[in-house]
């Protein structure tokens, strides 16, 4: 158990070297230069571990910066339709959005180079701890929102996307953009689908941050379904509550 946990404070150190590393214009003023600095630090780091990112639409006014009159969910949706093919990694071309729109969340797009479990957040958080307690490697883990709407989101390996459709393995947790409601419970974000990632933020629900680093290395989903589904059972609740959890929606 020692080495594990030594293990994992070297893995958070590396992320802390990640994020002190690159120069920053302004740093120790306060001032948009070193927000946005720290804001590109995170994404970078992101997409540094192979997260595909893409911008998304951010909190407005209480409302969303897209031009949908009434939008259903407000900051938490790409900018584009075309997000999957728009999705990079490369740090030059995230640099440019960034500067283009400092404003904007982003997402990952799952099943590219990572699945995502995602759970409400008094289950994720215990489930967290119960398999840190065992000595489970539980990889990254994103936190988003407050209460009955916060959720707890963990990064794994893919299943993958096989040219054969036959060797695609099905699941009743997948959840793309327009199935969230279908699963209020835990989610499978797997192709097609996308979260949330730091530094975005949620209207009047806080920011989107780490709990555990996105240098770790991915999990098997499989390792961590079974405490996350027992976790999701303990702490069930209405379906009222299920519905204003839900975080991304689609657009």
């Known amino acids: 158990m020692d080495s594990d946990n030594n293990r994992s404070r070297g893995r958070e150190s590396r992320f802390s070297q990640w994020l002190r590393r690159r120069p920053r214009s302004g740093a120790g003023a306060p001032g948009t230069a070193a927000a946005d600095a720290g804001r590109e630090d995170l994404l970078l780091a992101a997409a540094a571990a192979g997260f595909p990112l893409a911008q998304a639409a951010y909190p407005s006014d209480y409302g969303c910066s897209c031009d949908r009159i009434g939008c259903p969910t407000p900051g938490r949706h790409p900018v584009s339709f075309a997000w999957q093919t728009q999705a990079s990694t490369d740090?030059?071309?995230?640099?440019?959005?960034?500067?283009?729109?400092?404003?904007?969340?982003?997402?990952?797009?799952?099943?590219?180079?990572?699945?995502?479990?995602?759970?409400?957040?008094?289950?994720?958080?215990?489930?967290?701890?119960?398999?840190?307690?065992?000595?489970?490697?539980?990889?990254?883990?994103?936190?988003?929102?407050?209460?009955?709407?916060?959720?707890?989101?963990?990064?794994?390996?893919?299943?993958?996307?096989?040219?054969?459709?036959?060797?695609?393995?099905?699941?009743?947790?997948?959840?793309?953009?327009?199935?969230?409601?279908?699963?209020?419970?835990?989610?499978?974000?797997?192709?097609?689908?996308?979260?949330?990632?730091?530094?975005?933020?949620?209207?009047?629900?806080?920011?989107?941050?780490?709990?555990?680093?996105?240098?770790?290395?991915?999990?098997?989903?499989?390792?961590?379904?079974?405490?996350?589904?027992?976790?999701?059972?303990r702490y069930a609740t209405d379906d009222s509550d299920h519905h204003s959890a839900a975080w991304p929606l689609h657009h």
């Open 91 to 233: 740090p030059e071309k995230i640099g440019r959005w960034l500067r283009a729109q400092p404003q904007a969340n982003v997402i990952t797009a799952t099943g590219i180079n990572h699945d995502v479990l995602d759970v409400p957040a008094d289950a994720g958080l215990s489930a967290l701890e119960r398999l840190e307690a065992d000595g489970v490697e539980v990889g990254p883990v994103v936190a988003g929102g407050e209460g009955p709407r916060g959720r707890v989101l963990f990064f794994t390996a893919t299943r993958g996307t096989p040219d054969d459709e036959d060797e695609w393995w099905p699941c009743e947790l997948d959840c793309h953009p327009e199935t969230m409601d279908e699963h209020p419970g835990l989610r499978w974000h797997c192709r097609g689908s996308y979260v949330l990632v730091p530094p975005s933020r949620l209207p009047s629900a806080g920011p989107v941050t780490w709990l555990r680093g996105p240098e770790r290395p991915l999990p098997d989903p499989l390792t961590l379904l079974e405490t996350l589904t027992d976790a999701c059972a």
